[in-house]
Nanobody, 127 residues
Framework: QVQLLEFGGGLVQAGGSLRLSCQAS????????MGWFRQAPGKEREFVAY????????TYADSVKGRFTISRDNAKNMLNLQMNSLKPEDTAVYYC????????????????????WGQGTQVTVSS
């Protein structure tokens, strides 16, 4: 089972930037569909972005499109999320996820499609 460890979260002012990273071990990010999700206090977990295993196609949630960029660093076996023009509503715990099996949902924007998760990293955007 692949293990995932997120880092890079923190406190930033609105309009600022952060770069989240997810270090994988026990598996290779280049072999999996990888996603980022987030969960704000009192809210359900929501999709942020994914990069698919086949063709590396990328999809973003409408709320982050044009501001966030997901990427793989195969040499470092990491998944990254560059977040620019941050807004207070981006405040959440951000989770990295890997789809290491074809079981489960095939909708990659659905958390049920992923079977490995990191512990999350807190992002707080102040107004």
């Amino acid at each position: 089972q692949v293990q995932l460890l997120e880092f890079g979260g923190g406190l930033v002012q609105a309009g600022g930037s952060l770069r989240l990273s997810c270090q994988a071990s026990g598996g290779f990010v280049k072999l999996y569909t990888m996603g980022w999700f987030r969960q704000a206090p009192g809210k359900e977990r929501e999709f942020v972005a994914y990069v698919s295993r086949i063709s590396d196609s990328i999809t973003y949630a409408d709320s982050v499109k044009g501001r966030f960029t997901i990427s793989r660093d195969n040499a470092k076996n990491m998944l990254n999320l560059q977040m620019n023009s941050l807004k207070p509503e981006d405040t959440a715990v951000y989770y990295c996820a890997a789809r290491t099996s074809d079981r489960g949902s095939s909708n990659f924007a659905n958390g049920a499609a992923y079977n490995s998760w990191g512990q999350g990293t807190q992002v707080t955007v102040s107004s």
